[in-house]
């Protein structure tokens, strides 16, 4: 086979359905990617708009522009839009378009899911943006602090919008992030090992990790408070044992990483692109390995810096100052990285390196004012001033927008096949480089001089008249360098003049795809044992286009890889991934109606759809698998590995790791909540207390140990060939057991309605009986697969999955009768 | 994974620490425990404590990433685990030395 037609057969193999229909059935990342960021852009678009009329209304003193109501509910849109819909989508999207042609591979680990994810964006986003045409958007802040967005002042469904829309659009960031980890971990090239693996894909592995803990703390406070809003559980309430900051606990947990979950990725580009544009190497991979690492950590240790004005004593705001100071420290070993990597190379002005400068000035600013409202007494004068939203652009801009116009103009050319023609990129740069130093600077003095955040309007004797003129006149002139580059963009689609191959002269292996890339990124996949392989080997793409690497041969019309271990990189699994399908926006459209019946009070069809839901995911996972064993294939270059289906630690295992890491998140969260309450809410201890029941815990007891030993069982007897179901029918009993015990249990629990702690009783309980049947959904469907013949003893792989859930429902459901019943048999 | 642990381990057992002392320290505000051990109120004793606790863990976390039996081989992952244990010693003196020095609960 020629390369022509290896090419030719590949792309039947990997392509979508022809015309833009195929965009509703794609589950290749090269589509969905761009799909994340075509839509992400769009955001960009609207929250930028927004900020203009933001400014718009700040210019002039008197303004009478929009009225308090309008204007609360544009600057919470701009900062909601840019926050969820533009900033974390964009990275999703780079990092699935990128990530699998970075590590040499055809695919993310879970193809479907990625498109799932992207629809769940593409209903949640389209709710808010409903919401904001019709007038009706959230107008609580961004950060939608109780008890201003409780049903007492807050009676309209704005709020509702952004709990719920919020809530479904995270869904997308949680299942990339689980399709990240895993992918990084497990789907690289053969030879890749840890330390070969390009920089970026490290930084995106610690970004993912930090989205599974960082965002269920969110997920978390918005199911409380939407629950507090629709059913009347108190959380926040005071004067029901309720807290109000409670809420700023569970949303800065999640914002404050939120923040280096932006940055890393933007950080991950610098430390791609910068070495390219000064033809050298990273300075010090290993030690900006570790700063990521260790940033990222020390990221969860700061969120109640944003809460230094609460009343905490002073020992706690020491503990919170002092992590805030420190995390100057890892960031400044990445700055000097790439200072270092500047000056052994010989950097030239290209334009993506202007974008990479214009971050460096601006981002170096923004962590210095960073510093400085660390710093409890500055913070106690500026906080909720204009000087907080100065330092957070600051931050945000010059963190996030130059390095991913960086990697626009640095990856366009390989999206498109194309090079650009005009060059209206230098004169945009100057623009916005511009533009936006003269917004945001002039803010930090409005916030000096007194002005505060949020306000709709000012007079003219606050004495704050010229510098938010200024302030606005930057902002139309940031404003017109982005247009500037979008036009350029679309200049480059309209515009034919092709690019040359490789046209940087990187050094990573998205450069060694064809430009544009094709379906399937790889005619072969590369042997790799250099962290740029491209330099060491500049034939590598003619070589891996003939087929030299391995799975050259394509093999009827199955979508193949190869998955490796974690550590060395060396080939372990045969990897056959699904094709085209229209379950992923069918399953995000049953889950859209979930949350629609939420938001619009029917609440009877929100059982409904999840039913839909739990039938749709069963479909699912039966549409994979296979009835016979396959034993080992041949993979190319005299290799047989076994296929996924028949291995003890298939992909499902490894995103169900992930998943349960951020499960888990979720729950520690909650337990929190509850001892917060407990020990600070004002309103306890509660009238009432939950009795404490002999027959609930030896039911639960029971439960507990069927659901850890029927997985066990039926593994065991599929591996020794005799049948699993009694293992399996054992599971199924102790989740059942496990769902009755918890039922009892909050039937003899204090009405939740009454107070914080009977509402705190009736969501851990809700929380361990919905686990229950996830769990016994599972057993039932493996019972129904060995009874179709989708296991033996080679192929064991799905049964595998059963014992961490068995194990995680199990364990919750100890935690859960212990949270409940002990402090009360304790006093 | 092990080298993932590896890597991992000293700052995440800084954050469960700084968590911990930051809970146990809202505890001893709601719930101030009686007595004194020498002339120190039982409270700021026992922040101590756990400040000298999760440091004896970070420096003993670092020894093992340093040993032989538990610490990396290869050169990369024993150079970022290692960075990963320095941190962990440095975060936890720098975050939670305000137990020896700041007022209690006001
Ligand atoms: C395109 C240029 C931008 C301009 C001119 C701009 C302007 C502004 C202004 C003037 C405010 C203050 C509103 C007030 O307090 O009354 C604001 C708030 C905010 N902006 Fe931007 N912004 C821009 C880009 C961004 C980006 C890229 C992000 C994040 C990725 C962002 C996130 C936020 C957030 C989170 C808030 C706080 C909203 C709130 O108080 O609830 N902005 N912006
Ligand atoms: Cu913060």
């Not at chain 1, 999840?610 to 994979?624: N, P, Q």
């Not at chain 2, 057992?13 to 930051?22: I, P, Q």
Request: hydrophobic share 55%; charged share 10%.
């Amino acid at each position: 086979m020629n390369a022509l037609a290896r090419h030719r057969r590949l792309t039947a193999i990997w392509s979508s359905r022809p015309g833009w229909k195929g965009l509703f059935s794609t589950v290749n990342h090269n589509d969905v990617g761009l799909m994340f960021l075509v839509t992400a852009f769009f955001y960009f678009f609207v929250a930028g708009v927004l900020a203009m009329l933001i400014r718009a209304q700040l210019a002039t003193p008197h303004s009478a522009f929009a009225g308090p109501e309008i204007y609360n509910q544009i600057f919470t849109m701009h900062g909601t839009l840019m926050m969820f819909l533009f900033a974390i989508p964009a990275i999703e999207g780079m990092a699935i378009y990128l990530l699998p042609k970075m590590l040499g591979t055809r695919d993310l680990a879970y193809p479907r899911l990625g498109a799932y994810g992207y629809w769940c964006y593409f209903f949640g986003g389209a709710m808010l943006l409903v919401s904001l045409l019709l007038g009706i958007a959230p107008d609580g802040g961004w950060f939608m602090y109780p008890p201003l967005t409780g049903k007492v002042y807050s009676p309209g469904i704005n709020t509702d919008f952004w709990l719920l829309g919020i809530t479904f659009v995270e869904i997308s960031a949680i299942s990339a992030a689980v399709e990240f980890t895993v992918s990084i971990l497990r789907y690289r090239a053969p030879g890749m090992s840890l330390s070969k693996m390009p920089i970026f894909a490290w930084y995106m592995l610690v970004t993912s990790l930090m989205i599974l803990t960082g965002f269920p703390p969110l997920i978390l406070g918005s199911i409380l408070l939407e629950l507090e809003r629709t059913f009347g559980l108190p959380f926040f309430q005071v004067e029901l044992g309720g807290d109000s900051l409670l809420w700023q606990h569970l949303f800065w947990l999640f914002g404050h990483p939120e923040v280096y979950i932006i940055f890393l990725p933007a950080a991950g580009v610098v430390s791609t692109i910068l070495p390219v544009m000064a033809s050298t190497t990273l300075l010090g991979y290993r030690y900006v390995v570790a700063a990521a690492v260790a940033l990222a950590i020390l990221s969860f240790g700061l969120w109640v810096h944003h809460m230094f004005t609460t009343g905490i004593p002073h020992m706690g705001l020491a503990f919170f100052s002092a992590a805030s100071t420190l995390v100057a420290v890892p960031t400044s070993v990445q700055v000097f990285a790439w200072i270092g990597t500047l000056w052994k190379g010989r950097p030239q002005l290209r334009l993506p390196m202007l974008h990479i400068l214009g971050f460096f000035a601006t981002f170096v600013i923004g962590g210095l004012t960073g510093v400085m409202v660390a710093v409890v007494p500055f913070d106690w004068q500026v906080h909720d001033t204009a000087f907080v939203t100065a330092h957070l652009h600051y931050v945000l801009f010059g963190g996030f927008v130059f390095p991913l116009l960086a990697a626009l103009y640095y990856w366009l050319p390989l999206a498109t096949g194309r090079a650009r023609f005009f060059r209206l990129g230098e004169v945009a740069f100057a623009l916005i480089f511009i533009g936006f130093h003269v917004t945001f600077l002039a803010m930090h003095f409005a916030g000096l001089m007194g002005q505060r955040r949020r306000i709709s309007t000012y007079s003219p004797e606050d004495g704050w008249t010229a510098i938010n003129l200024i302030s606005s006149i930057g902002g139309f002139i940031l404003a017109f360098g982005l247009v500037m580059v979008l036009i350029e963009v679309v200049l480059h689609l309209v515009v034919r003049h092709r690019a040359p191959r490789n046209l940087w002269r990187a050094g990573t292996l998205e450069w060694a795809t064809a430009m544009l890339p094709p379906a399937y990124n790889f005619a072969s996949l590369p042997e790799v044992d250099d962290r740029e392989p491209l330099r060491a080997d500049p034939d590598l793409p003619a070589r891996l286009a003939r087929g030299e690497g391995y799975l050259g041969e394509p093999n009827g019309m199955m979508r193949e890889t190869l998955a490796v271990d974690v550590a060395s990189g060396t080939p372990e699994h045969h990897v056959i991934y699904p094709g085209n399908t229209h379950l992923p926006i069918v399953l995000a459209a049953v889950t859209g109606l979930f949350f629609l019946a939420l938001l619009l009070k029917v609440l009877w069809v929100a059982p409904l759809a999840m039913i839909g839901v739990a039938v749709l995911a069963w479909r699912w996972v039966w549409v994979l698998g296979r009835r016979e064993d396959a034993g080992a294939v041949s993979v190319g270059c005299g290799l047989s590995l076994p296929t996924i289906a028949e291995v003890d630690r298939p992909p499902g295992w490894w995103g169900s790791v992930f998943l349960l890491v951020a499960d888990a998140t979720l729950f520690g969260s909650l337990l929190f909540g509850y001892a917060f309450l407990w020990t600070i809410a004002p309103g306890w201890p509660p009238p009432e207390w939950i009795a404490p029941s002999a027959i609930v815990v030896a039911l639960a007891g029971v439960g507990v140990a069927l659901s850890i030993i029927g997985p066990f069982f039926a593994t065991r007897a599929n591996a020794g060939g005799s049948n699993p179901a009694v293992g399996l029918a054992l599971s199924l009993a102790g989740s059942a057991a496990i769902a009755a015990a918890l039922v009892a249990m909050l039937m003899m629990a204090p009405s939740p309605t009454g107070h914080a702690y009977g509402a705190t009783l009736l969501v851990l309980g809700g929380y361990g009986i919905l686990h229950a049947i996830v769990v016994a959904l599972m057993a039932a469907f493996l019972i129904a697969r060995v009874r179709a013949g989708y296991t033996s003893p080679r192929r064991r792989a799905e049964i595998a999955i059963l014992p961490v859930w068995g194990a995680y429902g199990g364990g919750i459901a100890v935690v859960i009768l212990l949270a409940a019943y002990l402090p009360v048999a304790l006093s | 994974m092990m080298d993932l642990l590896r890597i991992l381990v000293a700052p995440v057992v800084w954050l469960a620490a700084f968590s911990a002392v930051y809970g146990l320290q809202g505890v001893l505000c709601a719930a101030p425990p009686e007595g004194t051990v020498a002339g120190l109120p039982m409270a700021r004793v026992l922040l101590a404590l756990s400040f000298a606790a999760a440091l004896l863990v970070q420096v003993a976390l670092l020894v093992l990433l340093l040993s032989r039996r538990f610490g990396a081989s290869r050169g990369f992952v024993r150079t970022v685990s290692l960075g990963g244990g320095l941190v962990g010693v440095v975060a936890t003196v720098w975050t939670l030395f305000p137990v020896l020095a700041l007022p209690l609960c006001q």
